[in-house]
């Protein structure tokens, strides 16, 4: 199996202060990895040695076979960065910009012009080519460090918060670009506090905490970690005249209230089986409550990582942003 | 590559992107940026508006002043435009361009831009000379500007062209020295003291302005004038100009290795090619300057005192995250961090009592420089020693885990000069002047600055031993508080192409 990036005993440590400890993990080509973690866990701080942005104080970090450190200018050949804070430089349009960096980056000639028909009608940037770069809305910006990121054609991608601040639509769209690069055989290492979008987008999820592994697994083998209790979730509205929900759910066994809604409720079955939600399906028509919709309840990346905090007995963060909306449980009707 | 987006929705106008050709491909990128940027900048528009309008109505007021005058009125009338031109362009080459130099890098690592540039095949050299390089092609579009003023000046008379183009030979020159040390000293994060250093150099500028060193740029006769005609005669004119052309262009590396150093990524090793080109320059440029049969032997002294303080300065201010292990790869005075920036400053202090004892002996008293002078240059070499080695030794005892230990080293520095500065102004009010000094001089190394007139050796050789035990400490402490970092090699594989 090729290794997009590797990482063996890493140790970053500042004076007395150790940001990385001994952390290890493997990324195989072409999957598309989320890397979690609270503030100040040390995801910045790997992703800048992965990107020759800094130097580890012991241990192996390697990208596409090449190491970090012996060999940086490789590495940075081989490499797409794309920082959690993106400014832009003032006086300078999105093509300007675009060119700079295609310059900066080796490109001459009819090769430049080229790649960057290439790389900006596959970001949308031709649209907006003219237009001054530090005037661009927070999507276009983000699209344009993608852009930028993907001038001299990476085999690996590292992603610092790339949907951190997007409007729903920009966050579909850059959804959208994700997965369009995994296709192309790209290595992604994305890092995020929208843990719901991770789950959509990655094969692979890192949880590293205080500069260590704690798991290292696809979304649903962190979710099975989460000690949350699960199970089919309903919506009922009552029949006027017919007994309130709350005095039915008081008399069955393994029901219980969630919700108290204004003509009926929300209640969960505890168990996970079908046939126990045919049984009890049954049950509420008998007893004349009609049930409007159910849905079986799942464990989110957002429990599990608060979950997952908890086990580490420190102080739970916040994981999502402020202003960002929590994501919606996915439904089956 | 696919598409995001369904290009059938795009526009068919914006299908194809408009070709960029304002700039050539054989222009560095970031001169191509930083030209693209610096033409729109508002700084500079105005200030090309500006030279242009006070030009064009010095030209024409004077045009019409002299239509009826003598020619003896013209020449006189040509004199004072040309001083009035020189004027102006040295405020906007020798000020304003090196101020506008002190955001160069700054506003890129507040922006964080400076992460991408470094990412690119640019490393931090060129994207530090690329900005030196686009201040100085902005100074010269200046020039370009004045020009068709000064030849209308030339129909006045009394023009000495050799002269004037000298002139501004001369304040090209310092102005790239100024803009580099611009563009270097932007690399500080700390707005303060960027402020409070252009504020000093200002101030150094116009007091130098005073000195002969401006009379190539200000005064019309640097090569017809008496005694700096004599000066200026066969080999020694030769060795005193290639020693002050050395000397410029030392300093602008010098400068901008600082910045560069400054931003360069932890992978990138800046530190021993500089600190090998300090030693190269410290034994070359003051050997120009004391060969002639000249007084020009203590530009040797000055150059010596110059050299060795940028070179400790920058070494005693490096980041300290990539302590390597001493003996490996390199010689281990030359790798990066200041620990070894301590044991490079012992080296330096070892070249300076070596340069001061092979000068002492070549400057016999029949050129002037008899046992009281080498006693006041020993003490101004030590003094010098003893300041910038200083900063070195706070931050091994306060903040050795600093990760901007340029912010600390430059604020330290000034302090403690600052401190001095104030307990010699009040020491000379006291009677029995000199205890202070002596008192407190290894806290407050420019007391040192009050005791020149003591005229001893005894005096030189404490300041070279404080200096050589506070550089010896700081390294000490330094490789003692700083682990090694260990460089794991990967083992060998044929990575795929």
């Known amino acids: 199996m090729n290794t997009g990036i590797r990482i063996q005993n890493l140790n970053r440590h500042f004076g007395r202060l150790k940001a990385v400890d001994d952390l290890s993990f493997e990324i195989p080509v072409g999957q598309v990895c989320g890397f979690i973690g609270a503030n100040g866990a040390g995801k910045t701080t790997t992703m800048r040695i992965l990107s020759t942005l800094d130097t580890p104080t012991s241990g192996i970090a390697e990208i596409g076979g090449v190491n970090v450190i012996q060999e940086p200018a490789k590495v940075r050949h081989r490499l797409g960065w794309m920082p959690d804070h993106f400014n832009v430089y003032p006086h300078m349009s999105v093509l300007e910009f675009m060119d700079f960096n295609a310059r900066a980056l080796g490109f001459e000639g009819k090769e430049r012009q080229m790649r960057l028909q290439e790389v900006m009608e596959f970001t949308d940037l031709m649209t907006i080519a003219g237009q001054p770069a530090s005037k661009l809305s927070k999507g276009q910006t983000q699209r344009l460090c993608l852009g930028r990121a993907l001038i001299h054609d990476p085999d690996v991608l590292i992603l610092d918060e790339p949907a951190a601040g997007l409007d729903p639509r920009a966050r579909v769209e850059f959804k959208h670009l994700v997965r369009l690069l995994a296709s192309e055989g790209k290595t992604l290492l994305i890092s995020s506090h929208i843990l719901s979008e991770l789950g959509e987008m990655c094969n692979n999820l890192i949880f590293i905490h205080e500069g260590r592994l704690v798991h290292q697994g696809d979304a649903n083998t962190l979710k099975r970690r989460s000690k949350k209790v699960i199970g089919m979730q309903y919506l009922v509205e009552c029949v006027p005249g017919k007994q309130p929900i709350d005095q039915w759910c008081s008399v069955q066994p393994d029901v219980e209230m969630v919700e108290q809604l204004e003509n009926g409720g929300r209640i969960r079955i505890k168990g996970d089986q079908a046939q126990d939600a045919a049984a009890l399906l049954a049950r509420l028509v008998q007893d004349g409550l009609a049930p409007m919709e159910f849905h079986h309840e799942q464990q989110n990346l957002e429990d599990a990582f608060i979950d997952m905090m908890r086990e580490l007995d420190t102080p739970i963060p916040i994981p999502i942003q402020s202003g960002t909306p929590t994501p919606p449980l996915p439904t089956s009707k | ?497």
């Open chain 2, 1 to 497: 590559m696919s598409t995001a987006t369904d290009s059938t929705t795009s526009p068919p106008d914006k299908n194809s992107l408009t070709v960029l050709r304002d700039f050539s491909d054989r222009l560095s990128p970031i001169v191509v940026k930083e030209l693209r940027q610096g033409l729109r900048q508002p700084s500079f528009v105005i200030l090309f508006l500006f030279l242009q309008s006070v030009l064009a109505m010095a030209v024409i007021t004077s045009l019409f002043a002299v239509s009826s005058a003598s020619l003896s009125e013209r020449v006189q009338t040509g004199n004072v435009i040309s001083g009035f031109f020189f004027g102006l362009f040295a405020l906007s080459v020798l000020i304003i361009q090196p101020l506008r130099g002190l955001n160069a890098l700054s506003s890129e690592i507040k922006q964080k831009t400076i992460d991408l540039l470094l990412l690119t095949k640019l490393s931090a050299w060129r994207i530090v000379f690329g900005k030196w390089l686009c201040l100085n092609t902005q100074s010269a579009l200046l020039l370009v500007a004045i020009l068709p003023y000064l030849m209308m000046r030339y129909f006045l008379g009394g023009m000495n062209i050799l002269s004037e183009l000298g002139g501004i030979l001369a304040m090209f020159l310092v102005s790239g020295v100024f803009c580099a040390a611009g563009v270097g000293l932007s690399a500080v994060r700390s707005i303060i003291l960027r402020t409070i250093f252009a504020i000093l150099g200002v101030i150094a500028l116009i007091t130098m302005l005073q000195g002969s060193v401006f009379l190539f740029a200000f005064s019309r006769g640097p090569f017809i004038s008496g005694s700096v005609s004599t000066l200026m005669s066969g080999s020694d004119w030769t060795l005193i100009i290639t020693g002050s052309v050395l000397l410029a262009i030392y300093l602008t590396i010098s400068f901008l290795e600082f910045g560069a150093t400054r931003i360069a990524p932890p992978s990138e090793n800046r530190s021993t090619r500089k600190r090998l080109l300090a030693l190269i320059a410290l034994f070359v440029i003051p050997t120009l300057f004391a060969l002639p049969e000249v007084d020009s032997f203590y530009m040797s002294f000055i150059a010596i005192v110059i050299i060795t303080a940028l070179a400790l300065a920058d070494a005693l201010s490096e980041n300290p995250q990539h302590v390597r292990p001493m003996g490996e790869n390199s010689f281990w005075m030359l790798r990066p961090g200041w620990p070894s920036g301590a044991l490079f400053g012992l080296m330096l202090l070892a070249a300076n009592i070596f340069w001061l004892f092979v000068l002492f002996g070549l400057l016999d008293s029949s050129r002037g420089f008899d046992s009281n002078g080498q006693k006041v240059v020993a003490q101004l070499v030590g003094t010098g020693l003893l300041i910038v080695s200083q900063p070195a030794l706070i931050i091994a005892l306060f903040r050795p885990y600093s990760r901007e230990p340029a912010n600390l080293y430059l604020a330290s520095l000034l302090g403690s000069v600052a401190l001095g500065m104030v307990i010699l102004m009040i020491n000379s009010t006291m009677r029995g002047s000199g205890n202070l000094c002596d008192m407190f001089f290894p806290l407050f190394p420019s007391l040192g600055l009050g005791t020149l007139e003591d005229e001893s050796f005894g005096k030189a050789f404490v300041m070279f031993l404080t200096a050589g035990i506070y550089l010896a400490s700081a390294a000490i402490l330094g490789y003692n508080r700083w682990k090694p970092v260990v460089v794991t090699k990967s083992p060998v594989t044929n990575p795929p192409a």
